[in-house]
Nanobody, 124 residues
């Protein structure tokens, strides 16, 4: 099983960009499909983006499509999400998560591994 550590969160103005990273420990990273989720204050956690084992398949929530890009580097055991044109409503704690099954990641259900989260704040 992998362990996940997110980084890259912070404060940014609306219209700005951030790139979040999620570093995985362990040798089995390439066997996991990866996802990014977020939880805003007072709201439920929601799916943001997912990527398959090889990086060739990606999914996005409608709210971030065209603005966010998920990618992975299996040699570095890291998954990224590039976030552009940020809006105040993107403010949330962002979590990365992993599961061997991409359908599970996209569904946001009982994923095998979760990170601790990193806070993104977008000011207006």
């Amino acid at each position: 099983q992998v362990q996940l550590t997110e980084s890259g969160g912070g404060l940014v103005q609306a219209g700005g960009s951030l790139r979040l990273s999620c570093a995985a420990s362990g040798r089995t990273f390439s066997r996991y499909c990866m996802g990014w989720f977020r939880q805003a204050p007072g709201k439920e956690r929601e799916f943001v983006a997912a990527i398959g084992w090889s990086g060739g398949t990606t999914y996005y929530a409608d709210s971030v499509k065209g603005r966010f890009t998920i990618s992975r580097d299996n040699a570095k055991n890291t998954v990224y999400v590039q976030m552009n044109s940020l809006k105040p409503e993107d403010t949330a704690v962002y979590y990365c998560a992993a599961d061997p099954i991409l359908r599970t990641v996209v569904g946001g259900g009982n994923l095998e591994v979760w990170g601790q989260g990193t806070l993104v704040t977008v000011s207006s």
